[in-house]
């Protein structure tokens, strides 16, 4: 039984990595469109 | 990050006749290049100078791929790869590109397909084939046929990408399945989409539910005041007119609670539109402002 507090903290210690890599997947995507030989946009 | 661009970027008009239009364009492809854009559909006006220009500066170039899924030559053959797969933060894009239907002006005999089928058969192999996870669809084609494709592609597009009127900045659209999205214009803006891509199913707009949001909030205000002068009638007539909207703006109220409340829509995937304007309070690039320069000096027409 004593050892079961050491078990927790180890199975944290050892889940933690995980836990940060599961981080919520994103993506950004930039576009642009019509621009219509557009050098020199002035407004 | 992936950049990508929906077309109609090089020409200011289908037709040439512009004796800048070359340098122009040529510009442009190198700093598309030099930006890390990695796909963009060939669009009427991509086409001015007719597709040798653009065959030759697709393949000459050293990350764009110049795409569309329904231009075919003379013979019936395709001018540009369909589609092209990459993998950003781990995650599987498929992107298409799509033309104009109908003849190119500039070329004899260089025929643009309907898009809507070469849209489906192109985004259905890359699901099923390629395995991706989204698929973005680069559509340089009318607003109407962009539409139309948004409502015939059931689950096999996720966005829809639109250029050719330059409609400028909007809200994204989903009809079915896939949203549309409009880019911006002119260099003005750069439209920035961010993408939660945990789950499955359709993408919902997180902006959506902050205007539902902003919307309740408005429509309260109305509530309560429609609610005081309801209570302050005597008049039958009036009092049926008051009871009557009072009963109207409930009902509205009802849907954007639901709209608000989180658990009520699906969970998973979402995505959220902003737009980047791209004005005087961005410095210039010096390197750039002097190709720029001497092509279209300060003080001419177009600068």
Do not use: W
């Not at chain 2, 990459?86 to 498929?94: E, M």
């Not at chain 2, 059931?154 to 880019?183: C, K, M, W």
């Amino acid at each position: 039984m004593k050892t079961r507090p050491r078990l927790l903290v180890l199975l944290a210690l050892l889940l933690t990595p995980l836990v940060a890599l599961a981080a919520p997947k994103q993506v950004v995507l930039l576009f642009t469109g019509d621009n219509g030989g557009e050098i020199a946009p002035c407004g | 990050m992936l950049v990508l661009d929906a077309g109609n970027a090089l020409f200011k008009s289908p037709t040439p006749g512009d004796p800048k239009e070359r340098a122009r364009a040529e510009l442009l492809l190198e700093q598309m290049n030099a930006l890390g854009t990695e796909a963009m559909a060939v669009g009427a006006r991509d086409l001015t100078l007719g597709t040798d220009f653009l065959v030759k500066a697709g393949k000459g170039a050293k990350k764009l791929k110049l795409l569309s899924a329904n231009l075919v030559d003379a013979g019936g053959k395709s001018l540009f790869p369909a589609s092209t797969v990459v993998t950003v933060g781990g995650v599987k894009f498929g992107l298409v590109g799509l033309s104009p239907e109908g003849p190119v002006a500039t070329r004899k005999g260089v025929v643009g397909q309907p898009p809507v089928p070469a849209a489906l058969a192109e985004s259905r192999r890359l699901r099923e084939k390629e395995k991706v996870e989204v698929v973005v669809v680069l559509a340089a084609l009318p607003y109407q046929d962009a539409l139309k494709l948004s409502k015939e592609a059931g689950n096999a597009v996720d966005f829809i990408v639109q250029s050719h009127e330059s409609r400028g900045p909007g809200v994204p659209q989903r009809n079915e399945y896939a949203t549309l999205i409009p880019p911006g214009e002119r260099g003005r803006q750069l439209a920035r989409l961010e993408l939660n891509l945990e789950g499955k199913g359709p993408f919902v707009d997180l902006t959506e539910t902050e205007r539902a949001r902003e919307n309740l909030r408005i429509l309260d205000t109305n509530l309560r005041q429609a609610k005081d002068r309801l209570a302050a009638l005597e008049d039958e007539s009036s009092r049926k007119a008051m009871e009557e909207t009072v009963a109207s703006f409930e009902a509205r109220r009802k849907a954007l609670v639901m709209q608000t409340t989180p658990g009520t829509q699906s969970p998973g995937r979402s995505h959220r539109l902003s737009y980047v304007s791209l004005g005087p309070e961005v410095a210039d690039d010096a390197e750039v402002k002097k190709q720029v320069e001497r092509i279209e000096p300060p003080g001419s027409a177009s600068h």
